[in-house]
């Protein structure tokens, strides 16, 4: 059973710094390709981040770029986003998501809270 849990959200002031951890069971983690996502109050759900299975390949949006970096441990089966210089707009629930390309398979964790405010 494909499980995704994510954790490490929760109230930051601005400025600020959050690790969030996305641990994966239940597949082969390696054989996924990873993705943060986030979606806003009122907003539809966007992608934060991207990483390859072997991690050499990253992405960004555009928000986040240069503040937030995304990896992964594939020996311990979990992804990681490390965020700094938090924005308010930061705010929103975020997911993560595993694909395996080849099955058209596709995973959702349950979502952890981040809440950037003073």
């Known amino acids: 059973q494909v499980q995704l849990v994510e954790s490490g959200g929760g109230l930051v002031q601005p400025g600020g710094s959050l690790r969030l951890s996305c641990a994966a069971s239940g597949f082969i983690f390696s054989l996924y390709e990873m993705r943060w996502y986030r979606q806003a109050p009122g907003k539809e759900r966007e992608l934060v981040a991207y990483?390859?299975?072997?991690?050499?390949?990253?992405n960004y949006a555009d928000s986040v770029k240069g503040r937030f970096t995304i990896s992964r441990d594939n020996g311990k089966n979990t992804m990681f986003l490390q965020m700094n210089s938090l924005e308010p707009e930061d705010t929103a629930m975020y997911y993560c998501?595993?694909?395996?390309?080849?099955?058209?398979?596709?995973?959702w964790g349950q979502g952890t809270k981040v809440i950037v405010s003073s």
């Open positions: 990483i390859s299975r072997t991690g050499v390949s990253r």
């Open positions: 998501n595993a694909v395996h390309v080849g099955l058209g398979a596709s995973s």
